[in-house]
């Protein structure tokens, strides 16, 4: 997600593959290992999973947001051109975007941190989904 907001103009550009431009993520890596220093020295919340954006233009003094998740379709992500599949990121009209959320906190120049718990169950249709499996199986 973050990719979407490197400025077009250098997005098509560069290869962020190529070692020569690792140097582009010397930031962010600087901002990764600020997050793992908090995470690893005293933090204990029982959680699965952090999901972690930084901007592209930002340094090791980037404010942060703890953010959730912003539910939108992502659309097709692969696509056959020509018999071939390549990744294409999908098209986001990026307004009117919910306060509080991963993308909004990027669109605003924010590492965002977002806490995740891997517990999918929906808890209030399990009964209801097991009491229309009971009668039909």
Aim: aromatic fraction near 12%.
């Amino acid at each position: 997600s973050a990719s979407l907001f490197i400025p077009e103009s250098k997005r098509d550009k560069i290869d962020f593959f190529d070692p020569k431009n690792y140097v582009l993520y010397e930031n962010a890596s600087k901002i990764v290992v600020k997050i793992v220093d908090i995470l690893f020295n005293g933090f204990d919340l029982n959680i699965d999973l952090i999901s972690i954006n930084i901007p592209f233009d930002v340094d090791i003094n980037a404010g942060y947001k703890i953010t959730k998740p912003i539910k939108m379709p992502y659309g097709k992500l692969f696509n056959n051109k020509n018999g071939v599949f390549i990744h294409e990121n999908p098209v986001w009209a990026l307004k009117d975007i919910e306060e509080g959320t991963d993308i909004k906190a990027l669109m605003q120049g924010y590492v965002s941190i977002t806490p995740i718990n891997l517990d999918l169950v929906d808890k209030r249709k399990i009964n209801e989904v097991d009491r229309i499996f009971r009668s039909r199986w």
